[in-house]
């Protein structure tokens, strides 16, 4: 079986330094790519990245994603040159239509084709070109439009989604695919290669050349119960989020657990959210199985091995959830360090 390429997300949940040394361990872990999610309110995520290159030495990093709504395109791909530079060459960058920022009172244009726009003046910028454009999101008419420093190679471009419109543009336009809101089953997975497909066929590419990974939670630990017991407030919000046709879950409890997301307080990943202590016995191992890759490293293992298997993904992309310690980030960085024995153990399949 062919190793895949392993991405780790980290939420900037924690300070500063911590995130750093989080980037440390997840390196020495073996980790390919590190991605810094962009959430508002939250510490920002280009500093973030920034701030991680300088600790790591071969590790890509970028944001997992970014959004073009709160962030011009030109002002995106400025930052990911001066990322580039500070990184050797390690950057990329991770896009999609963005989250939370309805806190902000930003009024959304269609995500499809305002990323379509995005990505084609970044591209422009990154290149070196002098870009005069006209669209329906966006409008640069200055006759000096273009990046003063540009990064002398091509930066890959990641689009992240979970609808089928932005499915099919990213099998037009991007390098690397993020699919899916951590819904593990057959038909959201076929869902996807399918919508990917149609647009990849449009452009007139092949799939097969096409870097298609599934988006995860994980949490790992020795202590495999536990792992599992973490992440469950993660898969209560997802299932409350999805409400997927195809999980076999009585109807009652399925409200029981929405009821119970919609009373909790905070962000689901935040250490400080605060939510109903049902939400612990309404979601069985059967539940955290669905929406999460938790357990011992072993299970961690055989789960991701036989999704690479079935999909022939060649990456998978998983956000990393704390384990339940006193501090969160013993929590996260416990995670983290099972990386290692993750990955080696892929490459003895």
């Known amino acids: 079986m062919m190793v895949p390429i392993v991405e780790a997300e980290i939420t900037p949940i924690l300070k500063t330094k911590e995130v750093m040394k989080l980037a440390q361990i997840a390196e020495d872990a073996g980790v390919d790519r590190l991605g810094i999610s962009d959430v508002i309110f939250y510490p920002d995520t280009y500093e973030l990245q920034a701030l991680c290159a300088t600790v790591t030495k071969r590790i890509k990093i970028g944001s997992l994603v970014t959004n073009p709504y709160t962030r011009h395109p030109a002002v995106i791909a400025a930052a990911i040159s001066t990322l580039d530079e500070i990184s050797d060459g390690r950057a990329f960058l991770g896009i999609g239509a963005g989250a939370g920022i309805a806190k902000l009172g930003v009024i959304r244009s ?187 490293p072993d299970e961690c293992i055989t789960k991701i091995r036989r999704m690479i298997s079935r999909y022939k993904f060649k990456s998978i992309s998983l956000n990393v959830a704390a384990v339940r310690r006193e501090n969160i980030f013993d929590g996260m960085a416990e995670t983290v360090k099972s990386f290692g024995e993750i990955i080696q153990g892929l490459k003895k399949a």
């Open 110 to 296: 269609p995500p499809a084709p305002t990323i379509r726009e995005a990505i084609h003046i970044i591209r422009e910028l990154l290149a070196g070109k002098v870009v005069n454009y006209q669209g329906n999101a966006y409008e640069l008419s200055s006759k000096d439009t273009r990046l003063e420093f540009p990064p002398d190679h091509v930066v890959p471009i990641l689009i992240g989604t979970r609808s089928p419109k932005i499915a099919k543009l990213a099998g037009e336009i991007a390098d690397i695919i993020v699919i899916g809101a951590r819904y593990i089953s057959d038909r959201q997975l076929t869902n996807y290669l399918d919508w990917i497909s149609e647009g990849a066929a449009r452009a007139r590419r092949d799939i097969s050349t096409i870097e298609v990974a599934p988006r995860l939670t994980i949490c790992a630990s020795r202590d495999g119960v536990l792992a599992k017991q973490s992440v469950k407030l993660y898969a209560a919000y997802y299932l409350a989020l999805l409400k997927p046709s195809d999980l076999l879950i009585d109807e009652a409890k399925v409200q029981k657990i929405i009821d119970a997301v919609r009373r909790a307080k905070g962000w689901y990943f935040s250490p400080k959210v605060q939510y109903p202590k049902e939400i612990d016995h309404l979601i069985d191992e059967e539940i955290v199985d669905k929406f999460a890759v938790a357990g011992t």
